[in-house]
């Protein structure tokens, strides 16, 4: 396999960040996996970190070096993830229904195929040549509000009840993991993991930033969705994945991401080889009508 990696996680103007990633791979499947705990209850950072820590174990003990079904998969980690956070809970007894409790987006790749899985909020973008083709569907009361033709896209950037999330990991209702369809990936072809707080602000300008190298884009979209949210900036991550081709394979190195509390900005770049495709120029410019793109956004009311 033949990929690059580049992610970053910031604190935003919170007072800690509750966001958490990781990713993990062996020479024939990649796991990627980003959850964001959710502040409305106690330890969502412990929810988060107990959630990609059981999601990046178990693709380390099934992927030998394949997973045999990344449906099965996807499904037994995250179903165990929530029940490793609810052990927590009882272990520090906590009740159920205050337990520590978190959204969650995970995706391996296999075979130049990807599936993935999502419970809440947090993000997973299919994008190609700078356009969207699919991302995951919030399982949020707006999003049910712009299902019924209640609001549209643009409003429920802006609503009230934006951040009320009906499906999450930990708590006394099983989560329902929405999986997604195989889905062969092309080469060039960017797979965006994120919390809200990366996706919200920038509404639907988000894809254009992967115009540039995903080593540029990262930081800069996060700068962008930093500049937009203002004073009330939530924590903000993205892990982002560039597929090549399936039939070259990537080594593992000593300095690989280890799965650990992101407080700081932690943008790294792995085997990226084609950050030269466009020039200084070509990049300033990208940037810049990004920018402009983004800000007028944010003035015509998506904040």
């Known amino acids: 396999m033949k990929y690059s990696v580049c992610h970053d996680s910031r604190i935003g103007c919170r007072s800690m960040n509750q966001d958490r990633l990781d990713w993990a791979q062996t020479s024939a499947a ?16 412990v929810a988060a970190q107990v959630a990609v820590e059981q999601i990046t174990q178990a693709f380390r003990q099934a992927a030998t070096p394949r997973l045999e079904s990344l449906q099965q998969f996807l499904t037994e980690a995250v179903t165990t993830a929530h029940r490793a956070i609810n052990d927590y809970a009882a272990q520090r007894a906590i009740p159920l229904d205050d337990a520590p409790r978190t959204t969650c987006v995970a995706c391996v790749i296999q ?40 609001i549209t896209e643009r409003e429920a950037l802006t609503h009230p009840q934006r951040n009320l999330v009906f499906n999450c990991l930990g708590g006394d209702t099983p989560p329902h993991i929405e999986l997604s369809r195989p889905t062969p990936l092309a080469p060039g072809d960017i797979l965006a993991l994120c919390s809200d707080g990366a996706w919200a602000p920038t509404g639907d300008r988000f894809s254009s930033a992967f115009a540039l190298p995903i080593e540029r884009a990262v930081p800069f979209l996060l700068d962008a969705a930093e500049e937009a949210a203002g004073a009330s900036c939530d924590n903000l991550t993205l892990l982002v994945l560039r ?17 650990q509390p992101l407080s700081t900005v932690s943008t790294i770049i792995q085997n990226f080889a084609d ?15 990004i920018r402009d793109s983004i800000l007028s956004h944010k003035s015509n009311g998506a904040t």
């Open 30 to 45: 990649v796991l990627l996996v980003v959850a964001d705990g959710m502040g409305g209850h106690r330890l969502g950072d």
């Open 111 to 150: 075979d130049g195929q990807a599936l993935w899985a999502h419970v809440g909020d947090s993000r997973l973008y299919h994008l190609r040549w700078g356009r969207t083709l699919t991302h995951t569907r919030d399982h949020s009361r707006v999003q049910m509000l712009v299902d019924a033709g209640q």
């Open 243 to 259: 597929w090549d081709s399936a039939d070259v394979q990537h080594e593992p190195t000593d300095d690989d991401p280890a799965t």
């Open 275 to 289: 950050a030269a495709i466009l020039t200084e120029a070509d990049i300033e410019r990208s940037v810049a009508e």
